[in-house]
Every structure is written in C-alpha cells, then in structure tokens.
C-alpha cells in the first residue's frame, strides 16, 4: 500500500478538502443535507471497486463511492489513496468466476480485455484484473479468454407470456423484459414475482396494466384494462390497481390512423385525462409507459412527464423543444423499429427472420447450444410465408405496408435526434420471434444510425432506465445483480455479434 500513498495522495488530499468544508462551517451533522456523509457519497471515486466489510474500497477509473456504514469512514479514508488489489477482498462466498474475458462497456464506449468477474449468489461481488485466489471449493471457475461479456439484455415491450416464449428469451440473452400479456396467465403479478426468484429459468418481468381509450373491446385482454373518460375515473382506476398489486401502468393513445388509415380519434383519451392519471400514479409510486406513435398524440403525453415512450412517433418529426422536454423529464425512447415490419407484409418480415442459418438447425449440438430457437411448427410457420408467391398483409394493414419505409425513415430521424438530445434510448420488440425480434430491433437502431455501442446502450442502460431498475441491471458493476451475455464476437464491431452467445448468466445461474 505503501508504493501507492506518494502517487494518490491528492486523491486522499480531496477527500479530506470535502470533509473539512462543512465542519469548518460548524456542519458536524452526518446524516444532515449537506453534511459531510452526504458530501462523501456524491464524490466521484473509482469505478472498479471490491465488497469489504460493509462498503465499497474504490481502484482506479469513475464512479462513486457509497458509504453503507458510517462507522467505517476513518477506514474508508484510510484506503481512499491504494488500489483495490491492495486490500484482501474476500472471496469465499464467490459462486462463479468468469477470467480473461474483455468487457464491453457500452456508455463509456470503452472495452477492458482480461477482466475477472466474481459472483457470489445472484450479485457481482468483484470486476477487475488479476485471478482472485482463496476461492472456495467447489467454486465455478470459466475461462473466458478471446471471449467478450456484455450486460444481460433488457426489453422493454413483450407481449408474450407463454413459458415456452419467455425461456427462449432467455437463451437468446434477454435477462429482463417489461411484459404487457396480450393472453395473460391466471396470475400474471405471481408470474412476475416468480420470475425474480433465484435460478428461475425467465427474464426477469415487470408486469403492466394497461390503460386505451381508442381500442375496440373485442380486442380487450382479459386482465387489468381500464378505459377511463374522465380524470376522476383515471384517478379511481389507478388506486385500484395499486391496491391490486401493480406498480406499473401502460396507456395506449393510438386511433390507428397510421396502421389502418382509419381514425378513432373520438376514443383517444382526453388530454385532462392523461394528466390526472399520470399525475395520480405518480403519487402512488407507480411507473407510466405510453403507445403513441403520432405526434400531436405523443405531445401530450410527453407533457404528462411519463416515464418511457414504448413506440416511437413515426408520422412527424418531434421539434427540439419536445426532445428537451423529454430529457428535463427524464423520459425514455423506445422507438419499436421492428413492429412496422412485423405487422406490415408478414413475408418480408420472414425473409428477413430466417436470414439467420440456426434456423435451419433442427437440435442443438454440443458447440451449438442456442441452436434450437424455435419448435418445428414455429419453423414451418416461418417458411411457408418466405415460399409465398406475394405479399402476405392483413387487410387492417395494408395502409401500414404502404407507408412502411416512410414511417421507418421517421422513425429513424427521431432516433437519431433523441440520442443528439441526450434521451435515453430502450429496446422493445412488441413481438416476433422469441429472442429473434429483440436482436433484430438492435440490428434496426445500426442501419438506423447508431454505433453498436450505442445500440447496446440501449439494450442494457437504456432499457434499465426504463424500467427503473438501474440500481441492479443495465451494467456490469460490483453490487449488481449477475445478468450478463458471454458472447464469441465482438459486439462493438457489429451489433449482430451479439447473436453469437456461449452462455447466459441470469441472477449467478448459467445458461
């Protein structure tokens, strides 16, 4: 430790600067706004860090450093200025260890080859350089060496909630997914408690209600839908849902314009509507997502100062002052490329679903072991639409097909201009292939104009911020959950490397 002192003692210099401000000032309170716990918490410190004893002892890069005991401040100042590998950090609870493996850190945009990560139980307990010694027996250790680890996939419009479809998510990477159940299982908030237990073998779901004044009631789920006319029923709707166990809502402001050409404008929700009821769900600690594509709609809703978009306005271009709006707000862009393609002319779609040759594998072989992504009626299903003679649309949709590329063309420019303006950026299929669709929305944001980092931002940060699930997935850290891709290819290259998965990793459990 010694070695280090002369080189970081400005580091320790400052910290000790931030401390001395609020008692020379007669500030002694530690719990107090302001005080000097408080200060010490919000000073960037290292970003690669190790658990010891009851907080986090910093190593060198960018993050911050969290005091969990307020006992340990004298030691915590003592070791500010060494490295983490200069103190013993435990790892006899480590579960799994992954070696040498290059870690792909999409929002600095930055890469670290030969990266150890450590895991005990469901969370990372160590990420940093070097191969820990002292583990345990019996300890899983995996050499991943010219391998690449990504944190596990978020998407954050699935409608799917059929084991056979959110398993095969899984396996394609997808650890979390924000679940609005078009046939809703008997239980679907018990499905998502379920779904965060150790070694549950589905993403991670955050289960939504839904809220839609323009939607025929043939079509209505059969679990919670509301459909509210005045603020007061808005309000009424929300607390009974809270009371029922959900904490998140969706509300649908589509007239179908764009999809059918044919509007049910009069069955939008009224904006006074939208306001009350985001306003109410908001006191109750609940999270708003809206569905609206067209601009005048999304407007509103972008006032309301919701939490997510879980489609991208595709008829107009949004202005400068809705971008800003957004990003004061805090609201999240999911612009949902893949779902003009899904609903529009069904063999193009599969044309470019079955691009993929493990398609075309029948069972999984020893090398191969995502290779089975779909039963065999799912792929004959698939097939029979590419050896179509013609188009294959629903007769609902054929304005959509014929307005396809140009909605995509706005669609991309909104994107675009979101990730200029600072808006975080989500990842949401609304449907497709298991798995398939969520990589094809990525591989939609890079012919769009995204990097594959930025892409992959999406997927993880983006979609963690979504949710509001930041403190435990979107990053590979020490105190996270352990969700995290090891893939064969460099993701930063291209974004469709992130289809060559070895393993999965969800909650320190492989797959």
Not at 355 to 361: A, E, L, M, V
Not at 396 to 419: D, F, I, K, Q, W
Request: with cysteine; hydrophobic share 45%.
């Amino acid at each position: 430790m010694v070695s280090h002192w002369g080189r970081d003692l400005p580091v320790f210099a400052f910290m000790l600067a931030i401390i001395a401000a609020p008692i020379s000032s007669g500030d002694l309170g530690m719990g107090a706004p302001g005080g000097w716990v408080e200060r010490l918490s919000k000073v960037r410190a290292p970003k690669q860090h190790a658990v010891l004893d009851g907080f986090w002892i910093p190593n060198l890069g960018s993050g911050v450093m969290q005091m969990k005991n307020p006992a340990f401040l004298g030691l915590a100042l003592l070791f500010a200025g060494c490295r983490a590998t200069d103190v013993q950090v435990r790892f006899d609870l480590a579960t799994l260890v992954i070696e040498g493996a290059t870690l792909v850190d999409a929002c600095s945009g930055s890469q670290r080859p030969g990266v150890t990560i450590v895991v005990a139980g469901e969370r990372i307990t160590f990420v940093g350089e070097g191969v820990p010694s002292a583990l345990p027996s019996g300890v899983r250790v995996i050499d991943a060496t010219g391998k690449w680890v990504i944190p596990g996939l978020i998407d954050v419009h699935v409608h799917d909630a059929s084991e056979a479809y959110l398993r095969r998510l899984l396996l394609w990477g997808v650890t979390s997914i924000h679940l609005m159940p078009n046939a809703p299982p008997d239980s679907p908030l018990e499905m998502e408690r379920a779904s965060r237990a150790a070694g549950a073998p589905t993403p991670r779901l955050q289960v939504t209600a839904m809220f839609a004044g323009a939607f025929p009631d043939n079509l209505v789920p059969v679990y919670e839908f509301r459909k509210p006319r005045t603020v007061e029923e808005a309000r009424r709707d929300v607390r009974e849902l809270h009371a029922n166990g959900y904490r998140q809502i969706k509300i649908i402001q589509d007239d179908t314009t764009l999809w059918a050409g044919e509007g049910l404008r009069s069955l939008l929700i009224p904006e006074p509507v939208v306001l009350g009821l985001v306003e109410e769900a908001h006191a109750q600690g609940m999270r708003v997502y809206v569905h609206a594509t067209q601009r005048d709609v999304a407007r509103s809703a972008i006032g309301a100062g919701l939490e997510a978009f879980m489609h991208g306005v595709m008829d107009v271009e949004l202005a400068a002052d809705d971008w800003r709006r957004m990003r004061a707000a805090g609201t999240v862009w999911t612009p949902a490329f893949n779902a003009p393609l899904l609903f529009g002319d069904q063999r193009l779609y599969a044309i470019r679903v079955m691009q993929d040759s493990r398609f075309s594998i029948i069972m999984p072989s020893a090398d191969r072991p995502h290779a089975f992504i779909m039963t065999d009626s799912e792929r004959s299903h698939w097939k029979d639409l590419v050896r179509a003679d013609g188009p294959i649309v629903m007769p609902a949709m054929m304005h959509l097909v014929e307005h396809t590329a140009a909605y995509m063309e706005v669609l991309g420019a909104n994107t675009r201009s979101a990730l200029d303006a600072g808006v975080a950026i989500a990842v949401g299929s609304d449907g497709g292939p298991a798995g398939v669709s969520t990589h094809l929305e990525l591989e939609l944001l890079q012919e769009h104009g995204l990097t594959p980092l930025e892409c992959l931002a999406a997927a993880t940060r983006g979609g963690a911020l979504a949710l509001g699930w930041e403190a435990d997935v979107g990053s590979i850290e020490v105190g996270k959950l352990a969700d995290f891709v090891v893939l064969n290819a460099d993701p930063a290259a291209d974004i469709r490397n992130c289809r060559s998965i070895e393993f999965v990793v969800k909650g320190g459990t492989i797959y």
